[in-house]
């Protein structure tokens, strides 16, 4: 067996010990633990040793199953505080760190990207890197301008094979659609395989991130409230960019104090409901890892891999639908979700009963201010998860359009980063300005 497909088998066995590991430990342990059948179970010591394993094996993988981490770091709000607390850490480290690249690797992946005289392109250049991303891990240097003057650079550098192993690990993970079609069997998994698949093969092109990077420097340019680093140099796995100094927002969500919190809030409610309008994209990786305040109090944003392009701007629907739900008027509601492809099956559906499933998912836009909390996004995630509520078995009648699909998952990643920051802000009125066919409550 050569080195590739010894690899190859490894990364999949490992991947594929995950949910086995997981599942002996729910139904031994976590299972009883939520359901109250026995509070003692599960002793700290097992579950610090899980957080550890699935941090090693996820930082191992990279790519996808790395990805899958970063979302699972996120959505840790909405678990119970007692299971939560001792993967948190863990999980948080997925948004900073990973495994590194041997600088020798490193230099190989810059010759064949910026050139054999690569190292005259940069005033100076740190093997270390600073940080790692799912698909690649980021150096800090000195970029050479074409006055010769120096800028301080970001240089994100692709794992070598990191397109490879991302499109495998998808299909690993492809295979929970079963799982999903059991738990939500008006959901058509194939389309939105299909066209997660097309997205993230989008976040292998490093040119591709630059053109998306560009447009949102652009937009942003002198904004007061966002910043968004210049792009220097640009090759298909080597993408160069401005440095950005700044308090992670990891940092904020674990030390901020309530009014840093609050406006860490604000600013990413505001980046994500404007980008549409303003550069006719959506940044769809809302995890902490990819946010900095910087001292200035602006947002900086560094990772443009993962967008939603959408040229005139946010679909008028969603707007109009959330508020139609705030006023009330189920069989409008009704209408526009299965115009949309939301209500796809041809049973009739209780329009009373579909605006009661959606209606407290909407209380942050009920009123003036809103105070997202771990406690709010935990009785939401079991009043939408508890097989025995009337909202888990109505969700099961629901499908996630395919074009929906990254609004989606930019909508529930904020709302998880929300809730971690305990952010308090105005905003339905974020919604107002920004989001298409939004109308207040009259």
Same mark, same amino acid.
């Given at each position: 067996?050569?080195?590739? $497909?010894?690899?190859?088998?490894?990364?999949?066995?490992?991947?594929?010990?995950?949910?086995?590991?997981?599942?002996?430990?729910?139904?031994?342990?976590?299972?009883?633990?939520?359901?109250?059948? /026995?509070?003692?179970?599960?002793?700290?010591?097992?579950?610090?040793?899980?957080?550890?394993?699935? =941090?090693?094996?996820?930082?191992?993988?990279?790519?996808?199953?790395?990805?899958?981490?970063?979302?699972?770091?996120?959505?840790?709000?909405?678990?119970?505080?007692?299971?939560?607390?001792?993967?948190?850490?863990?999980?948080?480290?997925?948004?900073?760190? /990973?495994?590194?690249?041997?600088?020798?690797?490193?230099?190989?992946?810059?010759?064949?990207?910026?050139?054999?005289?690569?190292?005259?392109? =940069?005033?100076?250049?740190?093997?270390?890197?600073?940080?790692?991303?799912?698909?690649?891990?980021?150096?800090?240097?000195?970029?050479?301008?074409?006055?010769?003057?120096?800028?301080?650079?970001?240089?994100?550098?692709?794992?070598?094979?990191?397109?490879?192993?991302?499109?495998?690990?998808?299909?690993?993970?492809?295979?929970?659609?079963?799982?999903?079609?059991?738990?939500?069997?008006?959901?058509?998994?194939?389309?939105?395989?299909?066209?997660?698949?097309?997205?993230? /093969?989008?976040?292998?092109?490093?040119?591709?991130?630059?053109?998306?990077?560009?447009?949102?420097?652009?937009?942003?340019?002198?904004?007061?409230?966002?910043?968004?680093?210049?792009?220097?140099?640009?090759?298909?796995?080597?993408?160069?960019?401005?440095?950005?100094?700044?308090?992670?927002?990891?940092?904020?969500?674990?030390?901020?104090?309530?009014?840093?919190?609050?406006?860490?809030?604000?600013?990413?409610?505001?980046?994500?409901?404007?980008?549409?309008?303003?550069?006719?994209?959506?940044?769809?990786?809302?995890?902490?890892? %990819?946010?900095?305040?910087?001292?200035?109090?602006?947002?900086?944003?560094?990772? =443009?891999?993962?967008?939603?392009?959408?040229?005139?701007?946010?679909?008028?629907?969603?707007?109009?639908?959330?508020?139609?739900?705030?006023?009330?008027?189920?069989?409008?509601?009704?209408?526009?979700?299965?115009?949309?492809?939301?209500?796809?099956?041809?049973? $009739?559906?209780?329009?009373?009963?579909?605006?009661?499933?959606?209606?407290?998912?909407?209380?942050?836009?009920?009123?003036?201010?809103?105070?997202?909390?771990?406690?709010?996004?935990?009785?939401?995630?079991?009043?939408?998860?508890?097989?025995?509520?009337?909202?888990?078995?109505?969700?099961?009648?629901? %499908?996630?359009?395919?074009?929906?699909?990254?609004?989606?998952?930019?909508?529930?990643?904020?709302?998880?980063?929300?809730?971690?920051?305990?952010?308090?802000?105005?905003?339905?009125?974020?919604?107002?300005?920004?989001?298409?066919?939004?109308?207040?409550?009259?």
């Amino acid at each position: 067996m050569t080195d590739i $497909p010894r690899r190859a088998v490894s990364r999949t066995a490992k991947l594929a010990a995950l949910p086995l590991g997981f599942a002996g430990r729910t139904v031994l342990g976590m299972g009883k633990r939520v359901t109250g059948l /026995a509070s003692d179970v599960i002793s700290a010591e097992i579950q610090q040793r899980t957080a550890e394993q699935l =941090f090693s094996v996820l930082g191992q993988l990279k790519g996808g199953a790395m990805k899958f981490g970063q979302a699972l770091s996120v959505f840790e709000a909405a678990l119970p505080e007692e299971i939560a607390a001792p993967y948190r850490q863990a999980l948080t480290k997925l948004q900073e760190a /990973a495994p590194p690249l041997p600088a020798a690797s490193v230099h190989k992946v810059l010759a064949e990207q910026l050139g054999p005289a690569w190292r005259e392109r =940069f005033v100076t250049f740190d093997d270390t890197p600073a940080a790692a991303a799912s698909i690649g891990q980021v150096h800090r240097a000195v970029w050479r301008m074409p006055d010769g003057t120096g800028r301080d650079a970001a240089v994100k550098i692709q794992y070598p094979g990191a397109g490879d192993a991302l499109l495998g690990d998808l299909k690993q993970l492809s295979r929970l659609g079963g799982m999903f079609r059991a738990i939500q069997p008006g959901l058509d998994i194939k389309p939105l395989l299909a066209e997660l698949r097309e997205r993230i /093969a989008e976040e292998l092109d490093y040119e591709l991130e630059a053109e998306s990077q560009r447009a949102f420097a652009a937009a942003y340019a002198d904004d007061p409230e966002i910043f968004v680093p210049a792009v220097f140099s640009a090759s298909p796995r080597v993408l160069v960019t401005e440095w950005v100094e700044g308090r992670p927002l990891a940092e904020i969500i674990r030390e901020g104090s309530e009014p840093e919190r609050d406006e860490a809030g604000r600013l990413m409610a505001t980046l994500h409901l404007s980008a549409p309008a303003r550069a006719g994209l959506l940044h769809a990786d809302p995890h902490p890892g %990819n946010f900095r305040i910087l001292a200035d109090g602006r947002l900086g944003v560094i990772d =443009f891999g993962a967008v939603a392009r959408m040229p005139e701007g946010t679909p008028e629907p969603i707007g109009r639908i959330a508020g139609l739900a705030l006023r009330g008027d189920a069989e409008e509601v009704m209408a526009g979700l299965r115009a949309e492809g939301f209500v796809a099956t041809a049973e $009739p559906v209780d329009a009373q009963a579909l605006l009661d499933f959606l209606r407290p998912m909407l209380d942050p836009i009920a009123a003036d201010e809103f105070r997202f909390s771990r406690a709010w996004l935990r009785a939401e995630a079991t009043r939408l998860a508890s097989p025995r509520s009337p909202a888990y078995q109505f969700s099961r009648q629901l %499908n996630l359009p395919p074009s929906y699909l990254l609004i989606h998952r930019v909508t529930l990643g904020s709302i998880g980063v929300l809730c971690q920051l305990e952010a308090k802000a105005p905003y339905r009125g974020i919604l107002e300005r920004w989001l298409p066919g939004f109308a207040p409550v009259s």
